[in-house]
């Protein structure tokens, strides 16, 4: 038996804190994650970088590569300090995909693309997710190691 931490449904629990961030908005721009397994204090870091991206796609990004991540169902918390991506799941991606992925005032939705994979995954993954938002630069300890790897990956002029 190892000493991994299980949820009351006998899933394995992680933390995933995510962040992204661009210099300019669009401009060149970088996403990270930071997955722990408080059971056993293990973790994983990546990043990413794009050249030409939005703060709201990095966002995303480093949301949908931490759940890449992921070899097996887990009980996942995630922390983000992107009011758009935790609204985005627990709010408003109900009824984009009832409008056939328009807004309310039916214009298409926003990084419709990312979107897309991010529900797709969830979706069809049998995680049991919970979403937290955190203020960024507040000295939360995920969040803030999250950025620092996202500004690291995001490409200098």
Not at 88 to 117: C, F, Y
Request: charged share 25%; net charge negative; glycine share 12%.
């Amino acid at each position: 038996m190892t000493a991994e931490q299980l949820s009351h449904d006998g899933l394995p629990e992680v933390q995933l804190f995510t962040d992204g961030g661009c210099s300019g908005n669009p401009g060149p721009g970088g996403w990270a994650f930071i997955l722990r397994h408080p059971g056993t204090g293990k973790e994983m870091e990546k990043s990413g970088a794009e050249d030409n991206t939005t703060n709201n796609r990095m966002e995303l990004m480093a949301v949908i590569e931490g759940l890449k991540a992921l070899k097996r169902t887990c009980e996942i918390a995630i922390y983000t300090d992107s009011v758009y991506v935790q609204k985005g799941m627990t709010e408003w991606i109900h009824a984009w995909r009832q409008r056939g992925w328009r807004t309310s005032d039916k214009k298409p939705v926003k990084n419709e693309d990312l979107w897309r994979i991010l529900d797709d995954k969830l979706s069809h993954s049998g995680h049991d997710i919970h979403w937290h938002w955190v203020k960024g630069h507040s000295g939360d300890w995920g969040n803030e190691q999250a950025d620092a790897l996202a500004n690291q990956g995001v490409p200098r002029g």
